[in-house]
């Protein structure tokens, strides 16, 4: 399995981008996919996911209501839209996936059930 992600550089606050990530290696749809940031100096953390049936996402508090995370099944990528970024949004990107993901929708916001990671992608917001 191979996680690919892509799409970070530098912006401007106030700007928008969208960090994709390509999947190979696996049969897409049967897994459930996540992106996490990790921020200089600070833990990885929980930004978004998308369940691998029925379409439920979940977003952190922190970028739910500045964030998209999509998924097509055909190309095996996830997407997720930044929009109005912040200098706090710095970080580097990780896209991670489970197989199928767990039942209960509390647990996509943790690392444990994630099997695979992707290398990251850097997102630099200036102020």
């Known amino acids: 399995v191979q996680l690919q992600a892509s799409g970070g550089g530098l912006v401007q606050a106030g700007g928008s981008r969208r960090l994709s990530c390509a999947a190979s290696g696996l049969t897409f749809r049967s897994w459930s996919m996540a992106w996490f940031r990790q921020a200089p100096g600070k833990e990885r953390e929980f930004v978004a996911a998308v369940r691998w049936i029925g379409g439920n996402t979940y977003y952190a508090d922190a970028v739910k209501a500045r964030s998209t995370i999509s998924r097509d099944n055909a190309k095996n990528m996830v997407y997720r839209q930044m ?41 630099t917001v200036s102020s």
Not at 92 to 111: K, W
């Open 83 to 123: 929009n109005s970024l912040k200098p706090e949004d710095t970080a580097v990107y990780y896209c991670a996936a489970t197989y199928r993901g767990p039942i209960s929708g509390s647990d996509y916001y943790t690392e444990r059930p994630y099997n695979y990671w992707g290398q990251g992608t850097e997102v």
